[in-house]
């Protein structure tokens, strides 16, 4: 399928389902696992900053580092649609957002994914105007973590849902095939679900509340112990089986000196 077909193939799940499986990767062993394992798209996103850069937050990441990661999992990838996060000031304004996506698009990426609501919506369509599909993302916002203080769960209050109707509302009148939620409380991700006509993935909104899910996968995974979000569940203990082979191969090591 050609990306075109792909976005459409997605965007059609809103009604059609089934719903929508999607993962992070950041290198080529895990995109080529989570392809060949049937993931429906796979997110080299900026969380790459904290589960493969050690950095704090997402703010540190670049769009070398972006450009870098999403090359090497292009590689692994064949048959999900590859999207590659726009890192934090690499969509400043309309003609650096248009630079740099397509900087992402050279490294492999089909898709890109910027965060914000209304005030994004004017460079969502600098990129659809150069034939570049765009993913959404409203709700908490990691690359604004530092302004406010943490990361806040949104839609609690009635002001807060309207602000995030009409962000997800404009992303989509301005050419965004999908929006992602995260941390967007589960009454208030249904019901931005219900009000838009392309397919919501959410992060941390409950199960159910949107048209698909999308997760970091060293969280699925369990190979990033150091911070697992509250409502990440992990499916693996990829970091235990690391330390004890790792154990095990010292071990080995240590007894094979030559007497
Ligand atoms: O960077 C990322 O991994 C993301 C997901 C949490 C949606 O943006």
Redo the contacts with the bound molecule.
Sequence with gaps: MDVTDKCAALRARKTEGPSIA?L?AWDYPTARLLDESGVDLI?V?????M?VLGFPD?TYVTIEHMVHHIAAAARGCQKALLVG?LPIHSYDNDYATVKNACLLIEAGAEAV?L?GGVEQAGKVRALTEEGIPVIG?VGML?QSVREEGGYLRKGRSAEELSILIEGASALEDAGCFAI?L?SVVEQSARKITKQVTVPT?G?GCGTGNCDGE???TSDVIGSYPWFVPPFATSRADVAGEITKSVAAYVAACQKSKPS
Aim: a negative charge; zero cysteines; aromatic letters at 0%.
């Design positions: 999607a992070t997110l996103g900026d969380s790459l900053g589960v997402t996060d994914k965060e993302h990691p992602v995260e993935i992060i999308i997760a970091v």
